[in-house]
């Protein structure tokens, strides 16, 4: 079993920054393909962003809309997987999901995975 626990969540005003945390237990970290989802009330579910195992090179990948402001992360030691928001707009209010657990990147990013992280509310204030 592998168990996501997210940190990070609040209120900010439109403009500001937040950074979400996922803690991963249960396997080792630089194994895990990771990622970030969010949703939006009454809106499905939506990718944001995705980084690869850790190997020769580390890739990311994001949703458009959140490209040149969010960054996703990772601090294997800490086993730790973190998205830095910057430049926060009232339109990325959400709850955020972390994920872990998929058999590539691409199912990854579709959200096909095993696990999920239990949510953090973001909200962002005009």
């Known amino acids: 079993q592998v168990q996501l626990v997210e940190s990070g969540g609040g209120l900010v005003q439109a403009g500001g920054s937040l950074r979400l945390s996922c803690a991963a237990s249960g396997r080792t970290f630089s194994n895990y393909r990771m990622g970030w989802f969010r949703q939006a009330a009454g809106k499905e579910r939506e990718f944001v962003a995705s980084i690869s195992r850790t190997g020769i090179t580390t890739t990311t990948y994001y949703l458009d809309s959140v490209k040149g402001r969010f960054t996703i992360s990772r601090d294997n030691a800490k086993n730790t997987l973190y998205l830095q928001m910057n430049s926060l707009r009232p339109d990325d209010t959400a709850v955020y999901y972390c994920?872990?657990?998929?058999?590539?990147?691409?199912?990854?990013?579709?959200?096909?995975?095993?696990?999920w992280g239990q949510g953090a509310q973001v909200t962002v204030s005009s």
């Open positions: 994920a872990t657990g998929a058999i590539s990147t691409r199912r990854l990013n579709r959200g096909d995975v095993d696990y």
